[in-house]
């Protein structure tokens, strides 16, 4: 299994989210975006765009490592392995 | 007389009331979020709102109850295949003595949805949406689904139909730096003209290529940038090139429309066969992005002048409007409870509405100013909303 946390900005918009471990099954990037989809119906409306890529101020990483394919999210996730979902944008 | 103003802002959606000959603000929607756009269906009271994400990418949202709930709604999205010509600046299409490059095509992805419209009463649940880069969407279900005007999308201006193969004819569209605060630099559609007499007749204005129109419900476009001009390209009168900030017409005289465009404000009473410049860079009235066309006269229309180009802000510190009354020959200036030292607003392109004898207008400096008198005189809102996008009678 795969744990998935997430920017507290995205409790606002998916509270089904919110105060729970989110525990999915390990595969790629976009097969673990896909599972929290499952549980919170809309969820990667929110990080991908309608190409499947991470929006350009969404940022992701597996453990300590940032993801490297943003546009078709093959990264392996492995088991026991934590995915990040943070965001990065600056200014008032 | 209309009984809400809504407010677009850098922060939230504002919503306005009169009660008791008094406006009240209401606590603001979408708290935090940009929006960048918000309207009132007039058809059923639907309001709806443009949510320009910093993050979380472009959403509509909207409330049937009057403001109390809003909900999501179903993300417009490019369908698979659809690609445009990029360019991006600076790029040998602005030397005209530079060989011509292979075309560089982008899956298109919307980054924002710019401007929406209402269809007339014959078609309920008909919503356009305008974004950027620029695609018209089609709704006729109240918003629940969304298709991209294909058409217009693989117009010969833009390169043809993409979808199918490569380019057949060049893209005639640029791209603003302005239509999007981070530094894309795309085109988009910000106006959406539908005509009250006849639903598919339809205008569309892109920043920066022109006007377009359709008189068969969006399956056929063509230009109508006759007897417009540009500054800013080697040849000012080139077909395609043009930047209308905003484009909108008379409800009662559809022939009539107006565009406040980067290089001037433009008239035309023939239905956009040919404009007409009725501005000049001297008489105070030439640069700005905001225009309001009585809903009676065509001929009768305001306009928030600001010193272009390097500037953008009030003329000499002063914020006023100017009108005219006949058909831009002549314009009058409107100062009356208006700032007229150290004002640096800018009135961006859906910050100005009418609504029978009144106008309001919204600022970035966070300034909305009301009048009920055409113009005449005006009262403050408030002095320190957020940036405000755009500004509608409800």
Redesign the interface.
């Known amino acids: 299994m795969t744990t998935v946390r997430l920017t507290s900005?995205?409790y606002r918009?998916f509270p089904a989210l919110k105060d729970r471990p989110i525990e999915v099954a390990a595969g790629s990037v976009a097969e673990v975006l896909r599972a929290v989809d499952a549980i919170a119906p809309?969820f990667t409306?929110?990080?991908l765009?309608?190409?499947g890529?991470l929006?350009?101020?969404?940022y992701l990483s597996i453990d300590n490592r940032i993801v490297i394919d943003r546009t078709t999210l093959s990264d392996r996730v492995a088991d026991g392995a934590t995915v990040y979902l943070f965001?990065?944008?600056s200014g008032g | 007389m209309s009984d809400l103003i809504i407010l677009g802002t850098r922060k939230g959606t504002v919503l306005i009331d009169r009660a008791d000959s008094a406006w009240r603000v209401r606590p603001i929607q979408h708290a935090g979020i940009p929006v960048c756009y918000a309207a009132r269906d007039p058809r059923d009271g639907t309001l709806w709102a443009s949510l320009d994400h910093g993050h979380w990418g472009p959403k509509l949202s909207r409330s049937r109850d009057g403001g109390a709930s809003w909900e999501d709604v179903l993300s417009l999205k490019y369908p698979q295949g659809a690609r445009y010509i990029v360019n991006y600046l600076p790029t040998p299409d602005f030397d005209p003595a530079a060989p011509q490059g292979d075309p560089e095509y982008q899956d298109a992805t919307v980054y924002k949805i710019w401007s929406l419209a209402f269809g007339n009463r014959d078609q309920p649940g008909r919503l356009y949406a305008g974004t950027i880069p620029g695609g018209l969407f089609v709704s006729d279900d109240g918003g629940d689904s969304w298709e991209l005007n294909r058409p217009l999308w693989n117009h010969e201006t833009r390169g043809g139909d993409l979808f199918s193969g490569g380019a057949t004819s060049p893209n005639c569209w640029g791209g603003t730096p302005a239509s999007i605060d981070y530094g894309v630099f795309e085109p988009g559609i910000h106006s959406i003209v539908v005509d009250p007499n006849d639903s598919k007749h339809l205008y569309v204005a892109v920043s920066s290529a022109g006007v377009l129109e359709s008189t068969d419900g969006g399956l056929t476009w063509g230009g109508r940038n006759r007897g417009m001009r540009m500054d800013y390209l080697p040849d000012p009168e080139a077909e395609w090139g043009h930047d209308p900030h905003f484009v909108t017409h008379c409800p009662a005289q559809p022939d009539h429309l107006w565009q406040q465009n980067h290089c001037g404000v433009f008239y035309s009473n023939d239905g956009a066969r040919s404009w007409r410049k009725v501005s000049a860079s001297d008489s105070g009235v030439h640069f700005g992005f905001p225009i309001a066309v009585d809903a009676r006269d065509g001929q009768t229309a305001w306009v928030v002048p600001a010193r272009a180009d390097s500037e953008r802000m009030a003329i000499d510190g002063g914020l006023y409007l100017a009108r005219t009354s006949d058909g831009g020959q002549s314009w009058q200036t409107l100062r009356k409870g208006l700032p007229q030292q150290h004002a640096y607003d800018i009135v961006l392109r859906h910050g100005l509405d009418i609504n029978g004898d009144c106008l309001c207008f919204g600022s970035t400096t966070g300034n909305v100013y009301l009048s009920e008198d055409r113009g005449e005189s005006w009262q403050c809102l408030g002095n320190h909303f957020p940036p405000v996008y755009s500004v509608r009678f409800g």
């Not at chain 1, 929006?55 to 969404?58: A, G, I, K, L, P």
């Open positions: 900005h995205l918009f809309g409306d929110y990080v765009d309608e190409r890529a929006r350009r101020h969404v965001q990065a944008l």
